[in-house]
């Protein structure tokens, strides 16, 4: 069964300063996606990142990279120069594919809580 | 702006209350998505549907019951909730194997 693990409950950065928010994962099949969102305290999630099991490069979006090891299965979210808006919590989730890949559910970890100090 | 939108925000009801939640996506998707977010739980996944066709409903009580007239709206319709299904109800389409656009959820809360 597929699995996605993030151990730190909750991160704190200094403005302006890199950080790293860990993810793990647990697959069988040879093709999966791996997303990131982010949730503000408003509730939405929001869509940040996206990685492909094939894709050669590690996935950027603006100040966002993912840090992608497939032998370790690890997808690691950086976000480079820490702002305040960053504050929330961050999911990591894979894709899970159904009906022959027509639709796609989607497992999520458990989050991290990001508090960006200033 | 994410093209998913959820109405209401927040809905308070008794637990023989009858009420809807309502999702509309403005993004020409065609599948759509209910979960449910509990506190200190991850995202559990309810239902899924694809072209207006239910495909998945992961063992969700009867109390819950959605509905997909058209490919831009899902329901979902809640009769004698419990007082632990309070949560966070987030709706979410995806086109084809994309990501998942989220709308902004609907709070719950049954007293």
């Known amino acids: 069964a597929q699995k996605i693990t993030q151990t730190q409950p909750g991160m704190f950065v200094q403005e302006k300063e890199a950080v790293t928010l860990d993810c793990t994962y647990d697959?069988?099949?040879?093709?999966?996606?791996l997303f990131w969102y982010k949730q503000p305290s408003s509730g939405e999630m929001i869509f940040l990142i996206y990685?492909?099991?094939?894709?050669?490069q590690n996935a950027t979006e603006g100040r966002y990279s993912l840090n992608f090891q497939k032998a370790r299965k690890s997808a690691n979210l950086v976000i480079s120069a820490s702002q305040l808006g960053d504050s929330a919590m961050y999911f990591c989730?894979?894709?899970?594919?159904?009906?022959?890949?027509?639709?796609?559910?989607?497992?999520f970890g458990t989050g991290t809580l990001l508090a960006v100090q200033p | 702006e994410t093209g998913v939108t959820q109405t209401p925000r927040h809905l308070v009801m008794g637990m023989t209350n009858k009420k809807s939640l309502k999702c509309e996506q403005h993004?020409?998707?065609?599948?759509m998505y209910w979960y449910k977010q509990s506190a200190k739980k991850p995202l559990e996944l309810m239902f899924v549907?694809?072209?207006?066709?239910?495909?998945e409903n992961n063992s969700v009580p009867s109390r819950f019951s959605p509905e997909c007239p058209n490919s831009s709206h899902l329901f979902l319709h809640l009769h004698t909730l419990q007082p632990e299904d309070s949560a966070l109800y987030l709706c979410?389409?995806?086109?084809?194997?994309?990501?998942?656009?989220f709308g902004p959820g609907t709070r719950l809360t049954v007293l």
């Open positions: 979410a389409s995806s086109q084809a194997d994309s990501g998942q656009f």
């Open positions: 697959t069988s099949d040879p093709s999966y996606g």
């Open positions: 990685q492909g099991s094939y894709d050669q």
């Open positions: 989730a894979m894709r899970d594919l159904l009906r022959g890949g027509a639709t796609n559910k989607l497992i």
């Open positions: 993004l020409g998707h065609n599948a």
């Open positions: 549907y694809s072209l207006e066709e239910r495909v």
